[in-house]
């Protein structure tokens, strides 16, 4: 199927590694031309910006400048993808995690996405045309204590995408999100991943801690962020023009619920 994303221009954030790197080789298979912001650029994204169709902007994208500094180096812009965010473990339970900590996470995890969505507006208004996908994650929805600042901020910026879809709609913006479960990145397996310090914290090994999460879907296994990528294009194509304010989950069965 043609998802007549080939000339696009496309800004992904987070695009260093995992679901953002991804999703920015996914776009560039269909011919997009991806602005793809990262902190530092890693060996992945440099490859991948060899073939041309990439521009690596290195950005903190949690300082309040940041985002518009990756949206003013991609110009015009048809699709943005806000995809950035941390899951810190909060292991020591709630009454540990400080002011401090709850202002860094929503800074990343929603303050990074409001101010970007600001800055590529009146870009898609003037043009009367464009896309926000935002990656959002299950937690939106399964609240955990164990990522509780990062839990609320994601349920913010889920919130945030549908009531900008009702905003922006009748003006030809669409808003959609996506809410993965446990997806197989360095968030989850990495050496400082999910795994490892919930491994540590009970004494078991991070590759027991993987299994017993995959276990939690039905499928028994992680999404793979290929899996993630696909759904973004599904939604930034125009083969679903009329698709807005959606909340799409991508879990493994892990929520048994409606």
Do not use: C
């Amino acid at each position: 199927m043609d998802l007549h994303l080939q000339g696009t221009r496309v800004v992904v954030s987070g695009a260093g590694a995992g679901i953002g790197l991804a999703i920015t080789h996914a776009f560039v298979e269909e011919g997009a031309h991806v602005v793809a912001g990262s902190r530092s650029s890693t060996d992945a994204l440099d490859k991948l910006a060899e073939g041309g169709q990439v521009t690596v902007v290195e950005v903190d994208l949690s300082t309040p400048d940041g985002p518009q500094r990756l949206v003013d180096a991609a110009g015009a812009i048809d699709v943005l993808v806000n995809n950035v965010g941390a899951a810190p473990a909060r292991l020591d339970g709630f009454g540990a995690v400080t002011d401090e900590m709850w202002a860094a996470t929503f800074e990343l995890d929603l303050m990074a996405h409001v101010r970007a969505i600001r800055a590529a507006l009146p870009g898609m208004l003037d043009a009367g045309h464009g896309v926000v996908v935002t990656i959002g994650s299950v937690n939106a929805r399964l609240p955990d204590p164990v990522v509780v600042d990062y839990s609320a901020a994601k349920a913010a910026l889920v919130n945030l995408s549908k009531s900008l879809s009702k905003e922006f709609g009748p003006r030809g913006i669409r808003f959609n999100a996506i809410d993965p479960g446990p997806v197989a990145t360095d968030l989850w397996l990495g050496e400082n991943g999910m795994a490892a310090q919930a491994g540590r914290a009970s004494g078991q090994s991070p590759e027991d801690v993987a299994a017993a999460a995959a276990k939690g879907m039905v499928t028994g296994r992680f999404t793979r962020p290929d899996e993630v990528a696909d759904l973004v294009l599904l939604l930034a194509s125009d083969r679903t023009a009329n698709v807005t304010g959606t909340d799409v989950v991508i879990d493994g069965g892990m929520i048994t619920t409606t």
